[in-house]
């Protein structure tokens, strides 16, 4: 079975300021999905960025790119330029590649602080 | 607006009373799934379908049970809730075909019970 790892189970940083939160997976697959997912405190689930595992290039949206490494089964958040509004849960997720797959593999979360 | 929805937002109640917890899509997916979210945990799966009449469990349907007789419904129940069952849950849905598809997750459920 699959499974993912958030080892950081909170993070603090400066406003404007850049940072890296880290997610590790386990899976035997060679297709599969990786997600990262905002939780605010409105506990909204909301999907940050999404990476194909045949892609080798690492998917950005604005602010939030991610550093796929997939031999190493990591799959770290970068945010840029930090933002009060970028407090909150982050969960990074798996997914496998099989078709009709739909189930998500979540890790256990990362609470990000924005310190102004 | 495309969405998901769940009723009730937030619920407290007493060991051994049957509840239900309605989820509800417009979208016309296909998919439908139930997640529960403990701290430290993450979100586990706990039942999903993957169109009518087609339901199986996920990885922790204990105390748990659903139904999909409509598309756009999917609720859950706990037939005879414990306090382990405390949490928050979430219903999310998607089109079952495709490769690039996102699941869309209702606002979620707060469940506590005494």
């Known amino acids: 079975a699959q499974t993912v790892t958030q080892s950081q189970p909170e993070m603090s940083v400066q406003e404007a300021e850049t940072v890296t939160l880290s997610c590790t997976y386990d899976?035997?697959?060679?297709?599969?999905?990786l997600f990262w997912y905002k939780q605010p405190p409105s506990r909204q689930m909301i999907l940050v960025i999404r990476?194909?595992?045949?892609?080798?290039q690492n998917a950005t949206e604005n602010r939030f790119s991610v550093n796929f490494q997939k031999a190493a089964k990591s799959f770290s958040l970068k945010i840029s330029d930090s933002q009060l509004g970028d407090a909150a849960m982050y969960f990074c997720a798996y997914r496998s590649g099989e078709w009709g797959a739909q189930k998500l593999v979540f890790g256990q979360g990362t609470r990000l602080t924005i310190n102004p | 607006e495309a969405q998901v929805t769940q009723n009730p937002r937030y619920l407290i109640t007493v060991t051994g009373k049957k509840l239900t917890v309605t989820c509800s899509q417009n979208m016309n997916h296909e998919y439908m799934s139930w997640y529960r979210q403990d701290p430290g945990l993450g979100l586990r799966q706990i039942y999903y379908s993957m169109n009518v009449e087609v339901t199986d469990k996920g990885d922790v349907p204990e105390g748990y049970k659903v139904s999909r007789k409509e598309k756009r419904n999917f609720p859950l129940i706990l037939e005879s809730p414990s306090p382990n069952q405390t949490s928050l849950y979430f219903c999310?849905?998607?089109?079952?075909?495709?490769?690039?598809?996102?699941?869309?997750f209702g606002p979620g459920t707060r469940l506590t019970v005494t």
């Open positions: 899976t035997s697959e060679s297709d599969y999905y």
């Open positions: 990476q194909e595992a045949y892609k080798q």
């Open positions: 999310a849905s998607s089109l079952r075909t495709g490769q690039t598809y996102e699941q869309y």
